[in-house]
Each structure stands twice: as C-alpha cells, then as structure tokens.
C-alpha cells in the first residue's frame, strides 16, 4: 500500500501547534519520470527541499509534525482537489477562471517553476483522480485529525504550514538594494489567523535574527484558506522561507549554511510551540 505522509508524534503532546510540510516530498514515481519532459533536477525546482527537516524538532517540542512524500510536480496538497487544469487533463471542462490553474499550477501540476512544463502532450482524467484519491486525500484527512485532536485537547488549534521560496521571489520586494525578507507569513491578510498568533510567530522569527514580511508576496493558498478559521479558534499560517539560506537552489542540495541554519530554526520552533502552550504547563516548564 502506498505510503502517502508520516506524521512523526512526540511523546507527549504538549501544545496546540500542529506543523505540517505539504511540499518537501521527495518520491517521483519511475513512470511519471519517464514521461517527463524535464530531467530529474528541473523537476524539483518547485519542490520545498528539507523544510521537513528544517523544523523535524518540532515533536521534541510536544507538537506533532506531518509530512507528505509524493512530489509537487506529481500531485499539489496546497491546492483544492477540484483544480483541475484542462489544458493537461483530458475530459475537464473549462472552469470558472482560476489563476492558479490558468498559470499550470493546478492540483495536477502542469508546470514546475520558470513556467516550464512538466508532461509529454496530456494525461487521463481517471490518472489524475487516482493521484488525488492516493495522496491528497489521505494527507488532508491526517492533517484535518491533527486539528481537531488539538481542539479536543487545547481547545484551538495553530497550523503551521511550512513552506520555502526561490530567492529570486523576493528580489523585487522592497527598495532597490534594500533589505530583503528571510521568512513571508501568509494569513490571507488576517482572514486566516488572529493578528495575536501573528504577532507571536513573528516575534519567534525577529528574536533568531530573521527578517519577517506578511503577506508579500505569499499570502498562502489553499491550506491556510481552507483550514484558518480563527472564529472558532483554529489558525493556520503559511510560513515561507528563503531556500538561499539553508540550500544550493541550482543542485537543490543543502548548503554547507544547512546544519546551522536548522539548529537556528530548532529555537524558533521551540518558541513557536510555546505559543499553543497552556499557561500551567508553560510555567511548569520554565
């Protein structure tokens, strides 16, 4: 049976903070290679590399960790199943216009990035149910447990969402020769989490030396729209990271910057933990 995440559990969980990484998957099924138009490099170039491993502290913190294995280019957990790209799949009838699925970059990928496509001509509609139906679902259902076992615990829930960027991304924000951010965090512009938790995960983030933006030009997608509902205490915030600091983004490799950069993340994610901490258990701690 195929293995679509893994949630790695800590032994006690201890806050309401769940961390999940949509994009790091790192499995590019043989015959889906073989079809491709692209090399086995190229085709990573959408994939978040190691942000599973950038924040693998987080059960050591109490919080759970979930992690897909199927690759962005073969099936996008950050997009709602029902995105569907006619131009790659046969037999979907043009939708209501949607720029995600307009610009390739459907719940079946067309293109990785650069706009560059992925596939040989177009593939069946039966083939890209069953990726939805092996990976996305079975990931969106473990993620949905994951929320509402902190709501039965903790009484909310904290999603983080993570994710990195191509450097280039950022490149045109800001002043020229500005200051650029390290980290983006996407609340929808507050329609997915209190500005309270915000605050907070951009305190944790500042206080390790990391210049923090939001919403620009990450706003988050489908995961943060879909499962922020700060109304009824779940929140979930999209947290992109600069992948110039920690990797080699041509050979998609760890840079030798890799180790010390994760050791930097391992504080924040302790702070970001405490966050979705009880107040006793907290002052226990300490």
Same mark, same amino acid.
């Given at each position: ?55 693998? %502290? ?23 199943? &029902?995105?569907?790209?006619?131009? +790659? ?17 459907? !719940?079946?990928?067309?293109? !990785? ?19 939805? &139906? ?107 990271? &600069?992948? %110039? ?26 702070? +970001? ?14």
């Amino acid at each position: 049976m195929t293995q679509a995440f893994e949630i790695t559990h800590p032994e006690r969980r201890t806050t309401s903070v769940v961390f999940a990484s949509p994009h790091s998957g790192r499995e590019y099924p043989k015959a889906f290679l073989d079809r491709a138009e692209l090399d086995a490099r190229a085709i990573r170039s959408s994939e978040d590399a190691y942000v599973d491993l950038l924040f693998d %502290s987080a059960p050591r913190q109490g919080a759970p960790l979930l992690k897909a294995f199927a690759s962005r280019a073969f099936v996008d957990l950050n997009r709602a199943a &029902d995105e569907l790209d006619p131009a +790659l799949i046969e037999g979907v009838r043009r939708p209501v216009h949607n720029p995600r699925v307009a610009s390739g970059l459907g !719940v079946i990928p067309r293109v !990785v990035a650069g706009g560059r496509a992925i596939h040989r001509g177009r593939i069946a509609l039966s083939e890209a149910h069953g990726r939805i &139906d092996t990976y996305w679902r079975p990931y969106h259902d473990a993620l949905q447990e994951l929320l509402a076992e902190s709501h039965a615990h903790f009484g909310e829930a904290i999603l983080i969402d993570c994710h990195s960027m191509p450097h280039e991304a950022i490149e045109s924000i800001g002043s020229p020769g500005g200051l650029r951010p390290d980290v983006v965090l996407g609340d929808r512009f507050g329609a997915a989490a209190s500005t309270a938790i915000v605050d907070q995960i951009e305190a944790a983030f500042t206080a390790a030396g990391l210049r923090v933006s939001r919403n620009m030009p990450f706003a988050g997608a489908y995961i943060v729209q879909h499962y922020g509902r700060p109304s009824r205490r779940q929140h979930a915030i999209q947290v992109e990271i &600069d992948r %110039s600091l920690y990797m080699d983004e041509r050979l998609v490799e760890p840079s030798p910057r890799f180790e010390q950069f994760r050791q930097l993340l391992g504080r924040v994610v302790a702070d +970001l933990t405490a966050i979705g901490r009880p107040e006793e258990t907290r002052v226990a701690a300490e």
